[in-house]
Antibody
Framework: QVQLVQSGSEVKEAGASVRVSCKSS???VSWVRQAPGQGLEWMGW????????NYAQKFQGRVTMTTDRSTSTVYMELRSLTSDDTAVYYC????????????WGQGALVTVSS | DIQMTQSPSSLSASVGDRVTITCRAS??????LNWYQQKLGKAPELLIH???TLQSGVPSRFSGSGSGTDFTLTISSLQPEDFATYYC?????????FGQGTKLEIK
């Protein structure tokens, strides 16, 4: 059974960084976020071996996605946080980076306070 | 970026109704279109991929069609558990983009 298990909620000050984890069993993963009451926004993709990444232009320079192969965990770090980054952050299995998100983590709420 | 536009944004319907949601892409995306269902406070779930292929475990009352720029999601007979928000998403190019969502409510 495919399960993606994410880390818990975080509260950060504006200007800080946040790192969200996703135990993904070695699968390729995309990160998608959802601001309160809003739609879904794709942030980028990383393969299970951390060899390849593909970031949305919007987040280039501010996001880093990595994989710890020893623990089969993927990390998404977002820097220079603003209140606009307050959202639920989801990881989703995306095999081969083909853009089909067939299994999702439970989500991690990141709240940025100013 | 490819823009995805859903209509309607919200919809009221009754149990047993047939419902259709439309999604339009700003550029042709062949059949690279996925549909998701999201219930309040939960992660989205994949319903349909490649425009018309039902994801394993999804009830057959859900169906998808379309190609190019115009796509539809149809629920043939609404059940109480189908009241949720539905999103289309293109997988033709990056950045992956979603429609704004269609909220399906009980009439």
């Amino acid at each position: 059974q495919v399960q993606l298990v994410q880390s818990g909620s975080e509260v950060k000050e504006a200007g800080a960084s946040v790192r969200v984890s996703c135990k993904s069993s070695g699968y390729d993963v995309s990160w998608v976020r959802q601001a309160p009451g809003q739609g879904l926004e794709w942030m980028g993709w990383i393969n299970g071996y951390s060899v390849s990444t593909n970031y949305a232009q919007k987040f280039q320079g501010r996001v880093t996605m990595t994989t710890d192969r020893s623990t089969s965990t993927v990390y998404m770090e977002l820097r220079s946080l603003t209140s606009d980054d307050t959202a639920v952050y989801y990881c989703a299995r995306d095999v081969g980076g083909y853009g089909k998100f067939d299994y999702w983590g439970q989500g991690a709420l990141v709240t940025v306070s100013s | 970026d490819i823009q995805m536009t859903q209509s309607p944004s919200s919809l009221s319907a009754s149990v047993g109704d047939r419902v259709t949601i439309t999604c339009r892409a700003s550029h042709g995306i062949r059949n690279s279109l996925n549909w998701y269902q999201q219930k309040l406070g939960k992660a989205p779930e994949l319903l349909i991929h490649s425009a018309s292929t039902l994801q394993s475990g999804v009830p057959s009352r859900f169906s998808g069609s379309g190609s190019g720029t115009d796509f539809t999601l149809t629920i043939s007979s609404l059940q109480p558990e189908d009241f949720a928000t539905y999103y289309c998403q293109q997988s033709y190019s990056t950045p992956r983009t979603f429609g704004q969502g269609t909220k399906l409510e009980i009439k």
